[in-house]
């Protein structure tokens, strides 16, 4: 066979098994060489479809996905985080400062729901629900007796807005149970929880998170207090994990004067951004002193960090927490979402106001409070070696790195903190007792017309003898020296949680902060004249000095309230 006829006989043959084995190499390339190839987000777009196509078994891509972004995101630090759907809504719940549901605190008291208290003009008050009636059944499934939790009773009551829950409900001692059906509406929730006077002349503000709402919730009390003669304000953000920035600097606007450096951001790929008052504020003659704790972070150190630096205010308490990470947030079609640390903030005299973190370690971050109090932290001024000096717009050093730490620093008081104490509260026996005792009496407890009555009216009661009874019962044995030197404090827990449950929040924080020595203290700067903006700064400071280990109390955080 000629050269010539040989090439015509075989070249299509070679063209057909080259196009087959580049198909077929373009195929396993596709497979397993782009995962070697490609950097970055095409690894992870390769891994998860090779996994799809090639895996064993049958894969959920969506729940691996879902499982796997989170463990993605936190790896580059503490605060960076992908988060589902379910949790999206919680937490947009919180900024928002309302929740759909139907409008009732609650205490799974034994195993049963109990309504402690009604959401004014809410959805229950509609339908008729009332204060003590117990929740037996949810759309006709029975939850009384289910060791069920408050998670769960969250779960069960709050829904989308508009849509119906049928409840059998359980009222007095009539056995029959009465069927009400509530249809489900916005709750509002308050994030000033408090707003009172403390002395005549000067008013206290209790902030529990920065909310969308709670800078007119801030204004109304400021607005309130001062129409009933306050000239000075206790701004207590011990325990405020934080909120929205825009919120935060709108508060603390109030007491700044024009051009006063709030707060800034800076980062690698975000350019400076700077948040200066403008003059606007309604209290910038005012004396203002600001409480924050080891639990104080994110928008309460800045705007704790926005009073010392521009040396407006005095802070008392122990260095806060430490996050001054910028969020920036992308959502997605399905609800959720991820956010990403863009900046850090930094204070008017340049304080990072982000403790330090090492990647991978972020369980111990997570534990730094514990670690803290380990060391001695809130005993002593603070043990931290990190601390680093800085200057106030007056002058005035103050130290920066981890958190804010305040003016005066105020040790963490164990008085009355003994096991005997420690048990009842872990197991949470002294607010079920408060509502037991609540619940027996009150036909009794709501003949009164003030708070006030009826603190004076419980202080008579053998309220601590029951509670010991009470526990006794539930098997944690009475220990009459532990439970006499417990006694004030477990007295003033039990009456500002019943006082609680017949005139609210406000209330209780007017009643448990009534014995608070930190209050007391920081009064007692105020009338001194130690907090007065005009005053010269070494002056007002140098009786104050860092450090001095000064030991007060400060209040725990109450028993938490549910809301439905």
Known sequence: MSPEKKIKTWLPLWIGLSIALGIFIGSIYSQFGSIGKVEGTGKIDAVFNYINKSYVDTVNMYQLVEEALPKIVHELDPHSAYIPASEMKRLNEDLEGHFSGIGVSFYVLRDTIVVTSIVPGGPSEAAGIQQWDRIVNVNDTLIAGKKITNADVLQKLRGEKGSEVKLGIKRNDDSKLINITVTRGDIPMNSVQAAYMQTDAIGYIKVGTFGFNTFNEFISALSKLKSQGARSFVIDLRGNSGGSLDVVVAMVNEFLNKGDLIVYADG????????????????????????????????????????????????????????????????????????????????????????????????????????????????????????????????????????????????????????????????????????????????????????????????????????????????IRPRPYYVEESRKLLERQLVSYIVRNFFGEESYFSIYMQDDALMKKAVNFIEKGLAKPESVVEERYKSISLGQGISFSIPREPGALFYA
């Open 268 to 475: 690698r790929n975000f350019p400076r951004q700077d948040n200066y008052a403008n003059g606007s504020g309604t209290s910038k003659e005012d004396d203002v002193v600001v409480l924050i704790d080891e639990l104080s972070a994110s928008a309460s150190e800045i705007f704790a960090g926005a009073i010392q630096d521009n040396d407006r205010g005095l802070v008392i308490g122990r260095r806060s927490f430490g996050k001054g990470l910028v969020q920036s947030q992308r959502s997605f079609p399905d609800g959720s979402a991820v956010r990403l640390t863009v900046a850090r903030y930094y204070t008017a005299s340049g304080r990072s106001i982000q403790r330090k973190y090492e990647k991978g370690k972020y369980d111990e971050y997570e534990l730094e409070a514990l670690n803290r109090y380990m060391q001695g932290d809130y005993v002593n001024s603070d043990t931290a070696s990190t601390l680093i000096p800085f200057k106030t717009e007056g002058g005035r050093t103050v130290f920066g790195g981890d958190g804010i730490m305040p003016d005066v620093f105020v040790a963490r008081d164990t008085v009355g903190m003994n096991s005997y104490f420690n048990s009842l509260a872990s197991r949470d026996f002294i607010q079920e007792y408060a509502v037991t005792y609540s619940d027996m009496h009150r036909q009794k407890l709501q003949e009164f017309r003030s708070a006030e009555e009826l603190v004076r009216f419980l202080y008579k009661q053998p309220l601590l003898t029951n509670l010991v009874s009470f526990a006794d019962n539930k098997g």
